[in-house]
Antibody, heavy 122, light 107 residues
Framework: QVQLQESGPGLVKPSQTLSLTCTVS??????????WSWIRQHPGKGLEWIGY???????YYNPSLKSRVTISVDTSKNQFSLKLSSVTAADTAVYYC??????????????WGQGTLVTVSS | DIQMTQSPSTLSASVGDRVTITCRAS??????LAWYQQKPGKAPKLLIY???SLESGVPSRFSGSGSGTEFTLTISSLQPDDFATYYC?????????FGQGTKVEIK
């Protein structure tokens, strides 16, 4: 059973960089066949895909966030990470990591982490 | 961008009721439509993919139908565990946009 777990600071100051890591267990990122995504949910709102990475390091970002987003992968640790720069209060959200099976659709999310709330405030 | 619109936004129902949620896409997405269930403080859970395929382990009282731009999620007999928010999502094109959600409440 694949499990994903987000970790990182719960509070970030405006204009700084939000950094989160997702640790995958029960399966290897480097085995291929899956995209590894970050998704966020603003308080009481809907879901927004941020971007994904393949084990090879190939990335694809939501155009609305592309200028501020970097996703990276560390296959030796079975982790992938999110950096979102120049954050504002509008970036306050629950951030999820999730997996997409490549053969079923790049954006079909079959396993999710439990989510972590990141608040942007001074 | 493909916009996804769900109706209703909130639905009040009783245990045992048959419940139907509608999702409309702003352009054709063929059958590239998924449904998720989310409970408070939890991550979304995949229920249905490719419009009508039931994810492994999901009870058979959940079903999905539709293609093109109109889709429905049906719960044949609502159970206490089903009170939650449901999201549709298109995964036909980039960013995989979600609907705004339908909250199923206890009547």
């Amino acid at each position: 059973q694949v499990q994903l777990q987000e970790s990182g600071p719960g509070l970030v100051k405006p204009s700084q960089t939000l950094s989160l890591t997702c640790t995958v267990s029960g399966g290897s990122i480097s085995s291929g066949g899956y995209y590894w995504s970050w998704i966020r949910q603003h308080p009481g709102k809907g879901l927004e895909w941020i971007g994904y990475i393949y084990y090879s390091g190939s990335t694809y970002y939501n155009p609305s966030l592309k200028s501020r987003v970097t996703i990276s992968v560390d296959t030796s640790k079975n982790q992938f990470s999110l950096k979102l720069s120049s954050v504002t209060a509008a970036d306050t959200a629950v951030y999820y990591c999730a997996r997409s099976p490549h053969d079923y659709g790049d954006y079909l999310f079959d396993y999710w982490g439990q989510g972590t709330l990141v608040t942007v405030s001074s | 961008d493909i916009q996804m619109t769900q109706s209703p936004s909130t639905l009040s129902a009783s245990v045992g009721d048959r419940v139907t949620i509608t999702c409309r896409a702003s352009q054709s997405i063929s059958s590239w439509l998924a449904w998720y269930q989310q409970k408070p403080g939890k991550a979304p859970k995949l229920l249905i993919y490719k419009a009508s395929s039931l994810e492994s382990g999901v009870p058979s009282r959940f079903s999905g139908s539709g293609s093109g731009t109109e889709f429905t999620l049906t719960i044949s007999s609502l159970q206490p565990d089903d009170f939650a928010t449901y999201y549709c999502q298109q995964y036909n094109s980039y960013a995989g946009t979600f609907g705004q959600g339908t909250k199923v409440e206890i009547k």
